[in-house]
């Protein structure tokens, strides 16, 4: 799926290129479009801890690719598109991997995420997600990141905002994310529920920037969203959903 493959340094941050018998076990995934002011901070967070660093460029003109591969992360061009991006970064992985995260470029994970990681896939589970904090202190951002993780817990359906991670088995088996422009994290999560159980939910929390909150407003963001899942639950194809939310096809 990859348009092109420009390699960074062969070692991901603080890691070097091992395999999963002998270094870290997890794999990371990052899909970008525009996201200079995010790169480092986010392969800071990932560096010592991960297997592999792959950054899956959409088709960034704000120098991304370059800051991202200056980081040490390998670098791939795809298809614009989160999903298309999230499985051409899977498929440019090394051989031999066994779990993959997926990771939102404004996303920071917590400490000893990579071990978190590696005890749920040891005691079991087959894949996972973190529990989620918005970045920021307005009290009902606190309460909209609480109710995104007690809605995952009860319905063991993730969202990429919750940096999800897959085994390799189960990843196989759902085939990758569907390639459609909105709700990929909601239909993969479907997916996995039937072939490999519900999720593990981590109580680690990742931190995700406020951002789609602050700018468009906190109300009509839920609003939204809520409006976006339902017409998506009463098939409404995700297309049109795209449209909706960014106010033109892509």
């Known amino acids: ?3 092109g493959l420009s390699s960074g340094p062969a070692a991901p941050p603080g890691a070097g290129r091992q395999s999963a018998e002998t270094g870290p076990p997890v794999a990371v995934v990052i899909p970008v479009l525009d996201e200079r002011g995010n790169i480092g901070p986010v392969l800071a967070s990932v560096a010592g801890q991960a297997a592999q660093v792959i950054v899956a460029d959409g088709g960034s003109l704000d120098g991304t690719p370059t800051l991202a591969q200056a980081h040490g992360a390998t670098v791939i061009t795809a298809e ?5 991006q999230m499985n051409a970064g899977a498929a440019a992985l090394a051989p031999g991997w066994r779990v993959v995260l997926f990771l939102h470029a404004d996303t920071r994970l917590p400490a000893g995420w990579s071990e978190a990681i590696g005890q749920a896939v040891r005691g079991g589970a087959q894949w996972g997600r973190f529990d989620v904090r918005l970045r920021s202190e307005h009290p009902l951002l606190r309460l909209v990141g609480a109710m995104m993780n007690a809605r995952s817990r009860l319905t063991g359906i993730c969202t990429g905002d919750q940096a999800m991670f897959v085994t390799a088995p189960a ?3 759902v085939g990758g994310f569907p390639a459609i422009e909105l709700m990929e994290d909601i239909a993969i999560s479907a997916r996995l529920k039937r072939c490999a159980g519900r999720p593990a939910a981590l109580r680690a929390a990742v931190q995700v920037s406020a951002r789609r909150w602050e700018r468009n407003g906190i109300w009509r963001t839920i609003v939204a969203m809520w409006i976006l899942r339902l017409r998506y639950f009463l098939g409404e194809a995700p297309p049109s959903l795209h449209a909706r939310y960014y106010g033109k096809p892509r």
């Open 1 to 3: 799926m990859a348009a």
């Open 80 to 84: 614009r598109g989160r999903a298309i």
């Open 171 to 173: 990843w196989q088996r």
